[in-house]
């Protein structure tokens, strides 16, 4: 008889248990591998996500930052008249220095023209002899038209008096033009003053060879008029429309700190320099006290006037390379669109800008190295964190 371990029904039993055994070791096996597949693939997720980088994003500013423009300006005589003489000679005196207030017609100089006075008197005589000429052809033509009723004298003789008389005339004439001409000439050996102001400049002395005319050296005075100043500022063309004729202006100087005047937009050249892309504006100053001096430096605070509220971004968020000025931008996608911007004014951490972007573009603060147009970027703030893995 066979034992019961080796009985037919014992090795079915051992079999049935032997398979349970390893579909249990199968099934420990692939549900191994299946949790490991699902780590890995949880793992791969979150290192996908790390890739995809996180930005801070902004709108641009509507705020006015500021309503004023300063601009660095000069100050210049409401009027400045650099005096030449007009005769050739040589300085007899002088009696205004540089500082003395002058006023209108006032004699500050004298020159000896002796060749001038000599070229009067040549040409008062020349006169003279040409007044006396005709006045003999004159008395003469009288006489010979008493003769001509009887037959004395032919009518060929008074014609050619007449036309003697009229020659004689035209060159007293002449004489008596070219006397006054001399004369008014000799009148600018005294150098006088064309308005009332401040004589700021003086390069002659008595016994100085002066020169008729202005083409060569410098001149013998400068008169200013500085009751009023005029300030010249060069306004970047892109400020031009926010500053009006009329407009207000705060002038500071270096030496007054402490002090401020108030000027007002005078005139512009309507043109833009090519060179600086500047247009060159006039405010006016009063300056009746005489506090400041035309030629100095000044600071200029201008008031501007906008259409529209200007838009403002961190300085952080522009980006210069070889493509130009852009910003980066994040769409509704989360993707980048880079945007082509245009400076107005640099105000240290913040940019206004000049065009480029709407109020509603989501700025990226500071751009990270090598992103690119398309990209996908998470937005600080909107699931940003990354998901933890599980680890077996």
Known sequence: MPTEHGSPVSRRKLGIFGVIAGVAAVLVVVTGIRAREDSSAKLREWTNAQAIPTVAVTLPDARVLNATL???G??????????????????????????????AGQVIAEIEAPDLDQQLLQARADLASQQASAKLSEAT??????????????MQEIDERTADLSNKKAAVNSGQANVERLEALAGYKKITVPFDGV??????DVGALINAGGGTGPAMFVISDISKLRVYVNVPQSYVPAIRIGAKAIISMPEYPTRTFAATVEASSQSVDVSSGTTRMQLVLDNAKSELMPGGYANVKLSLQRDAVPLHIPASALIFNQN??????????????????????????????????????????????????GDQVRVAGKGSEPKKVSEK
């Open 199 to 204: 004589v700021t400049a003086r390069d002659t």
């Open 74 to 103: 000069r100050l210049e005589a409401y009027q400045r008249a650099p005096i030449y003489a007009r005769v050739s000679g040589y300085l007899k005196n002088w009696n205004a220095d540089i500082g003395a207030q002058v006023k």
């Open 70 to 72: 300063d601009l660095p």
């Open 141 to 154: 033509l009288t006489r010979r038209r008493s003769l001509l009723a009887s037959n004395f004298v032919s």
């Open 324 to 373: 130009g000025l852009r910003v980066a931008t994040v769409g509704l996608d989360d993707k980048v669109l880079f945007k082509t911007v245009t400076i107005a004014r640099d105000l240290g951490r913040d940019i206004e800008l000049a065009s480029g972007v709407s109020p509603d573009d989501r700025i990226i603060v500071a751009p990270p190295d090598g992103i690119a147009d």
